[in-house]
């Protein structure tokens, strides 16, 4: 793993060749949250990065879709029936 991008020091860059022959120890790199841009002939063509790991309600939350209560609501009363699942509701 050679250089470091100055953007995002989390950011590794590797050629085609490098990356081919040090596949798994820049998998355990991007496991620990790098970023591998993989480059061909010194220009960027892919990147390798960590999975994002959040849980579906986070990703709602994050795009806005959903609020989270700022606290406890007493009785919620009967369920509404919507013909759906709330997931496939919320993915209209």
């Given at each position: 793993?050679?250089?470091?991008?100055?953007?995002?020091?989390?950011?590794?860059?590797?050629?085609i060749?490098?990356l081919?022959?040090?596949?798994?120890?820049y998998?355990?790199?991007?496991?620990?949250?790098?970023?591998?841009?993989?480059?061909?002939?010194?220009?960027?063509?892919?990147?390798?990065?960590?999975?994002?790991?959040?849980?579906?309600?986070?990703?709602?939350?994050?795009?806005?879709?959903?609020?989270?209560?700022?606290?406890?609501?007493?009785?919620?009363?009967?369920?509404?029936d919507?013909?759906?699942?709330?997931?496939?509701?919320?993915?209209?």
């Amino acid at each position: 793993m050679d250089e470091k991008d100055a953007t995002n020091p989390l950011s590794v860059e590797v050629g085609i060749r490098d990356l081919r022959g040090g596949l798994s120890g820049y998998i355990s790199s991007v496991k620990d949250g790098n970023r591998i841009v993989v480059t061909d002939h010194g220009k960027p063509v892919a990147q390798i990065v960590p999975l994002e790991r959040s849980s579906r309600m986070e990703r709602l939350v994050k795009e806005g879709r959903v609020t989270l209560a700022s606290r406890p609501k007493g009785d919620p009363g009967e369920p509404i029936d919507l013909g759906v699942s709330v997931l496939d509701f919320l993915d209209r």
